[in-house]
């Protein structure tokens, strides 16, 4: 599976934007963009994903590089909820595969 | 609707003892899943089961089986368990072909001495 490179952590501000960026380099033409969180003491959580054109849910938007090499996720207003481990991860859309590959993500700390 | 719910939430067991994970799920999805999360790492996969009667392997399966019981049930078993598998263990399901979004259970926190 493609690899993704992402900080260990950031740190935000309440009620600012947070940028969370993500490197994909080795990405290949089906392979879809995913975004997962991870609060404290939790599972992750379903937060975006996205092929190629930039997305917007009720939770962040994903920003997509136009070569597909990187990805941002945008939280518009950043919370004190917010503050959790954030994954970047690559699957594929085709041959069946249904496994995604968890990296060690993003610690985001949202401050009051 | 529970979602996916997991039993036990904590276990401690000696080294070469057995111990089966619960998971089951309300969602009626098709496909489960098992990952273990080692201390400040992300999740790795153990198993998944893309429909009632299929288990495939995933990136770390050594030292564990599992069992499909049902399209609600997919349980997790450490025939002789050893202090390398102390993790955190998650159950997840989805819908075959929705994989992108799975749910995750509330995870079950091993500790092998």
């Known amino acids: 599976d493609a690899k993704t490179t992402q900080p260990n952590s950031m740190e935000s501000n309440e009620e600012e934007p947070v940028h969370l960026p993500c490197n994909h380099s080795?990405?290949?033409?089906?392979?879809?963009i995913h975004w997962y969180r991870q609060l404290p003491s939790q599972g992750p959580e379903y937060v975006i994903h996205g092929l190629t054109s930039n997305v917007n849910n009720r939770m962040a938007s994903l920003a997509i590089a136009e070569d597909r090499k990187s990805s941002t996720l945008i939280l518009h207003r950043a919370t004190l909820r917010d503050a959790a481990v954030y994954y970047c991860?690559?699957?594929?859309?085709?041959?069946?595969?249904?496994?995604?590959?968890f990296g060690k993500g993003t610690k985001l700390t949202v401050n009051p | 609707n529970a979602g996916v719910t997991q039993t036990p939430k904590f276990q401690v067991l000696k080294t070469g003892q057995s111990m089966t994970l619960q998971c089951a799920q309300d969602m009626n999805h098709n496909s489960m899943y098992w990952y273990r999360q080692d201390p400040g790492m992300g999740l790795r996969l153990i198993y998944y089961s893309a429909s009632e009667g299929t288990t495939d392997k995933g990136e770390v399966p050594n030292g564990y089986n599992v069992s499909r019981l049902n399209k609600r049930e997919f349980s997790l078993r450490l025939e002789s368990a050893a202090p390398s598998q102390t993790s955190v263990y998650f159950c997840?399901?989805?819908?075959?072909?929705?994989?992108?979004?799975?749910?995750f259970g509330p995870g079950t926190r091993l500790t092998v001495t």
């Open positions: 997840a399901s989805t819908f075959r072909g929705r994989s992108y979004e799975q749910y």
């Open positions: 991860i690559l699957r594929l859309s085709t041959s069946g595969s249904e496994k995604l590959v």
């Open positions: 080795t990405i290949s033409g089906t392979d879809y």
